[in-house]
């Protein structure tokens, strides 16, 4: 696989940590020319190309999806991975923080797409992966927000899909569970009993550990890829086996 990207041109969003930014590392590695997006590019390092861009806003979007396409020379792939996150059941977050995870997370995709269409039209392999969550398909205590935004990523990506076949632009879905990010560790550092609490997310996950960013950054390689050319509308989930497995509990026989 290493040459797969040879010669594409790359756009990630939210490229500045994490999920985005070994994805976009991985792409790159695979002969991609790749830009990340983020509202802070301070960590992205050459060869990637770090472009600041504010999902909310228009106008920041439309700009730097240009300044992305004109300086990687086209647009191939597009991952939409920026994304926030939210604590509470429906009673707990105000409607102002309802807008804002939705705008960033929901309607975010919606404007680099619509910016990014133009271009990726003009690709012989173009794709686009959203990252959504785990929170789209299985239920969460205490993520009524961020669990919304997500399901709505997982419907976005189906409708896009159905839009943009005829026109050669494939779009799937990649839903990971708790990945081991730097806004994992934030949330687990912040937690009354961080060593309780990474214990309880790895006990979450079948596989009992966390899903590391490198096996995300894979399956969004593979989706966006030439080799999975006959593969659009889809919902991959990498979640260590969290939203379809239920095994029994280690006493019972
Ligand atoms: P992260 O916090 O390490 O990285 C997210 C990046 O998005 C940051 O660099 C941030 O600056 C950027 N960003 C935030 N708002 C933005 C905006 N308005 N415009 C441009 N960039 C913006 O987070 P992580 O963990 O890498 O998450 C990436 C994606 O993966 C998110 O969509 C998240 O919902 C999703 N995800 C993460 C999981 C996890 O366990 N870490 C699990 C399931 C999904």
Redesign the pocket.
């Known amino acids: 696989m290493t040459g797969e990207f040879t010669g594409m041109a790359v756009v990630v969003?939210?490229?500045?940590?994490?999920?985005?930014?070994?994805t976009a590392r991985l792409l790159a590695a695979r002969g991609a020319a790749v830009a990340c997006?983020?509202?802070?590019?301070s960590?992205v390092a050459a060869p990637l190309l770090g472009v600041r861009?504010?999902?909310?806003?228009a106008a920041?979007v439309t700009e730097a999806v240009t300044d992305a396409a004109s300086r990687l020379g086209g647009l191939d792939v597009l991952v939409?991975?920026?994304?926030?996150?939210a604590r509470g059941t429906v009673e707990a977050n105000p409607d102002d923080q309802w807008h804002r995870v939705f705008?960033?997370?929901v309607v975010?995709i919606v404007r680099v797409t619509r910016a990014a269409l133009p271009h990726l039209r003009r690709s012989a392999h173009a794709a686009i992966v959203n990252?959504?969550?785990?929170?789209a398909s299985t239920g969460l205590p205490d993520r009524a927000l961020?669990g919304a935004?997500?399901g709505a990523?997982q419907a976005l990506t189906l409708a896009m899909a159905a839009d943009h076949v005829g026109e050669g632009i494939r779009v799937n879905c990649?839903?990971?569970?708790?990945?081991?990010?730097?806004?994992?560790r934030?949330l687990i550092d912040a937690a009354a009993d961080p060593a309780a609490e990474l214990a309880a997310l790895r006990a979450r996950q079948p596989t009992g550990r966390?899903?590391a960013?490198d096996e995300?950054a894979a399956a969004v390689a593979y989706l966006a890829g030439p080799s999975a050319g006959a593969t659009t509308g889809t919902v991959l989930a990498v979640?260590g086996g969290m939203h379809s497995l239920r095994l029994r509990a280690a006493a019972a026989t």
């Open positions: 969003t939210g490229g500045g940590s994490g999920i985005g930014l070994v997006l983020d509202l802070d590019p960590g861009c504010d999902v909310t806003d920041s939409n991975n920026a994304g926030i996150g705008d960033v997370n975010g990252i959504g969550s785990i929170a961020y935004t997500k990523v990649v839903n990971p569970g708790t990945v081991d990010t730097p806004w994992v934030r966390l899903v960013a995300v979640d």
